[in-house]
């Protein structure tokens, strides 16, 4: 069946980098573009960045932008999630989602498969 794991996730300062992995498997992963989305306690669930299914094509939350990074390993099956200069305010459980030949969507209905999530904590 399809999986999709995310680790990487901790504690970290303001300030800090993290950089979060999610490994897919059961699916052709290829042909899926990948979303992130966070949710915070006492929140909706929160689109943060997707990319395109051939990799070309990447969009990102106003929040995030110019501080995180999607990135696509077809060879790995893998989707990362680089963040830079973390805010408290990034503090949440982050899930990674497959969207089957997605050109990258901010709708978590668009989303065919989702992981677990991982947790994210930054303290000020």
């Known amino acids: 069946q399809v999986q999709l794991v995310e680790s990487g996730g901790g504690s970290v300062q303001a300030g800090g980098s993290l950089k979060l992995s999610c490994a897919a498997s059961g699916l052709a992963f290829s042909i899926y573009a990948m979303g992130w989305f966070r949710q915070a306690p006492g929140k909706e669930r929160e689109f943060v960045t997707a990319?395109?299914?051939?990799?070309?094509?990447?969009i990102y939350a106003d929040s995030v932008k110019g501080r995180f990074t999607i990135s696509k390993d077809n060879a790995k099956n893998t989707v990362s999630l680089q963040m830079n200069s973390l805010k408290p305010e990034d503090t949440a459980v982050y899930y990674c989602?497959?969207?089957?030949?997605?050109?990258?969507?901010?709708?978590?209905?668009?989303?065919?498969?989702w992981g677990q999530g991982t947790q994210v904590t930054v303290s000020s």
């Open positions: 990319i395109s299914w051939r990799g070309g094509n990447t």
């Open positions: 989602a497959a969207d089957r030949y997605g050109l990258g969507s901010q709708e978590t209905r668009q989303y065919n498969y």
